[in-house]
């Protein structure tokens, strides 16, 4: 199939830009990107949010907060038993280190939780801002184009 | 016999990840058990899609492990000890350098990519590349093994879906619309692509505008760089949409003049499928991989020259005659990557591996 394809000739293509090029009078004031410092005293802008990825994981979170202790324990016989007996001789050791964690986990998620209503809350009132800056925007070149309808009109009527 | 795909990370929208998923339907049509065995995957996948690593079976030698390498990790030398028949699909790994003095964890993963890459130059049997340019690589790293260049599975029926029109119609006038798609990453050059727009605002056609899609997440002080550039050339209708839902992207499809391209380093770029599949004429500076997969359609620049670009941009757009021929290339060479062209290119190309290495 790539057999089919037409031939350019870039040869003449190019002579027409490099005299198209002598003709623009380009003036080689650009400044070098190699030459800027990456880093002007000033620090990222930030890093890329990507909301997709945000609510999803926020929903991990909410889904997985809570932490217990201990797995189920699927094993039958003396070797479920003994391990059963080591799980509650262990309870009181590690059971208050995880309610702790669970607790931190609980909080961490209700800030999250809150940071969302926010962001929520936010890309509302964007998009009114947004919408009414359209408005605006229509508003202003509508009158504009009145203005100089009538400013052409009354140049006209003087003539 | 089973044949296993596996990757580090399976992500949403991902080339790779969207390669390996549609050749997993590939090998199950043609009856053989497989899955897809990954570290990381994205949770808006199926579940379905992937299974942990750390759930993959013992393998036969009579099993085939497909190896999805394209940056630095532990599984490009825990894939060269599986005891079954082998084969590397590259996607090639970026040189780090391009990386210097923007992001040392890039850096030292394509770093230990190369390593893993030339690790394994002699424990697969067989690799995929998905170009030319990705096989000649492969070769100079020390490959002998049979290689096949098979190009990466798009899905185009993705493409066709609704585009957001709020975008559309907001920059639908008479402005000249130039596109880049693809991640900011400083391989991609976009600062190339920017003096190139100055050149072609200030002195051509005023009324431009350049939309660079992609994100930025990795590369923030690159990122930074760009923004600075743009603000110290007093430079106006310059878009950094970051990262945007995929109805954003395609809206910048519909509504792009011309695809300009001036990246230094790319194993394929699907990009530039995507632009020739929106009809959009495309001008690419020739480097790595981009020739091979315009395959003398587009217009290629021999030279890195922002003068040059933004002339080229101005005769495509002025002149009906070159762009249509542009066109009308691009969609021959479009058809190469047909879903179900390359999908049979595939499968023989496993047949013809199983068959010879049974």
């Known amino acids: 199939m790539s057999d089919q394809i037409q031939s350019i000739d870039i040869n003449e293509i190019m002579n027409e830009i490099r005299e198209n090029i002598k003709k623009r009078g380009y003036i080689d004031d650009i400044l070098s990107f190699e030459d800027m410092s990456s880093s002007n005293g000033i620090d990222y802008i930030g890093t890329d949010f990507n909301y997709t990825e945000f609510a999803i994981y926020l929903s991990i979170i909410n889904d997985g907060w809570n932490i217990p202790y201990y797995r189920d324990i699927p094993q039958r016989g003396l070797k479920g038993f003994i391990k059963k007996v080591i799980r509650k001789i262990l309870f009181s050791q590690f059971n208050p280190i995880m309610e702790e964690q669970s607790r931190y986990n609980a909080n961490l998620a209700n800030i999250m939780n809150q940071l969302n209503n926010y962001l929520l809350k936010q890309q509302i009132e964007l998009e009114k801002s947004s919408k009414r800056i359209t408005e605006l925007e229509k508003r202003m070149i509508d009158e504009k184009k009145e203005f100089t309808s009538a400013d052409m009109e009354l140049n006209n009527k003087e003539d | ?358």
């Open chain 2, 1 to 358: 016999m089973r044949v296993f795909q596996l990757l580090i990370t399976l992500a949403f929208g991902d080339a790779v990840s969207n390669d390996a998923l549609a050749l997993e339907k590939a090998i199950s049509s043609m009856g053989y058990k497989t899955k897809i065995y990954t570290l990381n995957a994205d949770p808006r996948l199926p579940a379905d899609s992937w299974v942990s690593l750390k759930k993959m079976p013992s393998v036969k030698s009579s099993d085939v492990i497909i190896y999805h390498m394209a940056i630095g990790t532990e599984l490009n030398y825990t894939f060269g000890n599986y005891n079954c028949r082998k084969i590397m699909v590259y996607h090639n790994v970026t040189p780090p350098e391009f990386f210097l003095g923007y992001s040392k964890e890039s850096e030292k993963l394509c770093i230990e990519g190369l390593e893993g890459v030339k690790h394994l130059s002699d424990k697969v049997s067989y690799c995929l590349a998905d170009s030319s340019f990705n096989k000649e690589q492969l070769i100079l790293m020390g490959y002998k093994c049979r290689i096949d260049v098979l190009p990466i599975l798009i899905p185009f029926s993705d493409y066709d879906k609704q585009p957001n029109y709020e975008i559309v119609n907001k920059y639908s006038d008479e402005y000249t619309n130039i596109i880049f798609t693809g991640r900011i990453a400083p391989n991609k050059k976009q600062e190339d692509i920017i003096s190139s727009f100055y050149y072609y605002k200030k002195y051509i056609n005023p009324k431009s505008r350049l939309f660079l899609v992609g994100s930025y997440k990795g590369m923030e002080k690159y990122y930074t760089k760009l923004r600075m550039f743009v603000d110290e050339l007093e430079l106006q209708d310059v878009y950094f949409t970051g990262h945007i839902k995929f109805a954003d992207i395609l809206a910048y499809y519909k509504l792009a003049d011309v695809f300009l391209c001036m990246s230094e380093h790319e194993g394929f770029c699907v990009p530039l499928v995507e632009a020739m599949y929106f009809d959009i004429p495309i001008i690419a500076y020739h480097s790595t991989a981009i020739g091979d997969t315009l395959g003398n359609s587009g217009i290629l620049l021999e030279e890195k020259d922002s003068k040059i670009a933004a002339e080229m941009i101005n005769l495509i757009v002025t002149n009906n005659n070159l762009r249509t021929k542009v066109l009308e290339n691009q969609r021959i060479r479009l058809k190469d990557f047909s879903h179900d062209l390359i999908t049979q290119k595939f499968k023989d190309y496993l047949s013809t591996f199983i068959e010879e290495n049974g």
